[in-house]
């Protein structure tokens, strides 16, 4: 028999790398100003997430809100869904994406360092504090099933262009996430060039405290991200179903 044609995949995944990084780099690259490379590298990592991500999520940076008239602050990066859960609402410029359609969300730094990762943390907690409603949802048994949210936690993290911490990075980084309180909780991340990171994190109810920290090596830390980050919202399956009735509430004349 002939033996199979083999395949380079560590070759594929560095191609793969030298290609985000190129992407990414492209912000710093135009200006040192502050604000234009940040919104820069904001693009660029969207633009590094829409081409890499299955066509059912979707991206926006924008406000996460909630049925009960609650918004998030400002969200760099919002990973959402665009099939069972898809209101979006855009005014003008600005992107409100309904917390129930909401897989992740990402702030996005130009250095993984303590200040960058408490800002992220208070974004993402900003998010989680909203109020998420969950519908049932009919199946071909003639049973109507309703998502259990507390297994399924609202992804946070950071993207940052670097690290300020000395590589590897793990000691630091592990004494910070382990006092984060549970809707600060951190679950993953990438310094470009530095390496990047996911965790185990103990369930919503039981107070979401840090299990396990896992690094990569510093020279694949955008592929390793990309395959956590595919790997988490594998795990997470499909986002409840949104009740649009609770939305539709607020409209109803009193």
Same mark, same amino acid.
């Given at each position: 028999?002939?033996?199979?044609?083999?395949?380079?995949?560590?070759?594929?995944?560095?191609?793969?790398?030298?290609?985000?990084?190129?992407?990414?780099?492209?912000?710093?690259?135009?200006?040192?100003?502050? !604000?234009?490379?940040?919104? #820069?590298?904001?693009? #660029?990592?969207?633009?590094?997430?829409?081409?890499?991500?299955?066509?059912?999520?979707?991206?926006?940076?924008?406000?996460?809100?909630?049925?009960? #008239?609650?918004?998030?602050?400002?969200?760099?990066?919002?990973?959402?869904?665009?099939?069972?859960?898809? =209101?979006?609402?855009?005014?003008?410029?600005?992107?409100?994406?309904?917390?129930?359609?909401?897989?992740?969300?990402?702030?996005?730094?130009?250095?993984?360092?303590?200040?960058? =990762?408490?800002?992220?943390?208070?974004?993402?907690?900003?998010?989680?504090? =909203?109020?998420?409603?969950?519908?049932?949802?009919?199946?071909?048994?003639?049973?109507?099933?309703?998502?259990?949210?507390?297994?399924?936690?609202? =992804?946070?993290?950071?993207?940052?262009?670097?690290?300020?911490?000395?590589?590897?990075?793990?000691?630091?980084?592990?004494?910070?996430?382990?006092?984060?309180?549970?809707?600060?909780?951190?679950?993953?991340?990438?310094?470009?060039?530095?390496?990047?990171?996911?965790?185990?994190?103990?369930?919503?109810?039981?107070?979401?405290?840090?299990?396990?920290?896992?690094? @990569?090596?510093?020279?694949?830390?955008? @592929?390793?991200?990309?395959?956590?980050?595919?790997?988490?919202?594998?795990?997470?399956? !499909?986002?409840?179903?949104?009740?649009?009735?609770?939305?539709? !509430?607020?409209?109803?004349?009193?």
């Amino acid at each position: 028999m002939k033996p199979l044609e083999a395949f380079d995949l560590p070759g594929a995944f560095q191609a793969r790398e030298q290609q985000l990084a190129a992407t990414l780099g492209l912000g710093g690259a135009l200006t040192n100003h502050g !604000t234009l490379v940040g919104t #820069g590298t904001e693009h #660029g990592w969207n633009g590094v997430l829409s081409r890499f991500l299955p066509g059912r999520y979707g991206l926006a940076t924008g406000k996460v809100v909630d049925s009960q #008239g609650h918004q998030s602050e400002q969200i760099d990066l919002i990973v959402y869904d665009t099939f069972y859960s898809p =209101l979006l609402f855009k005014v003008a410029d600005a992107t409100f994406v309904p917390a129930e359609s909401v897989y992740a969300v990402f702030e996005v730094k130009q250095a993984l360092n303590k200040a960058y =990762l408490d800002a992220a943390a208070a974004k993402v907690q900003s998010v989680r504090r =909203l109020h998420r409603t969950s519908a049932l949802i009919p199946n071909q048994f003639g049973k109507e099933i309703r998502k259990d949210l507390n297994s399924m936690p609202i =992804l946070g993290g950071i993207l940052a262009s670097g690290s300020d911490w000395a590589v590897p990075f793990e000691d630091a980084l592990r004494k910070h996430l382990q006092n984060q309180q549970r809707d600060q909780a951190i679950d993953l991340g990438c310094a470009l060039g530095a390496g990047a990171f996911d965790t185990v994190r103990q369930p919503i109810r039981d107070g979401r405290n840090l299990v396990e920290l896992s690094v @990569s090596v510093p020279h694949r830390s955008l @592929s390793y991200f990309m395959m956590r980050l595919l790997h988490r919202l594998q795990q997470l399956g !499909t986002v409840g179903a949104i009740d649009y009735e609770a939305y539709a !509430t607020p409209l109803e004349a009193s």
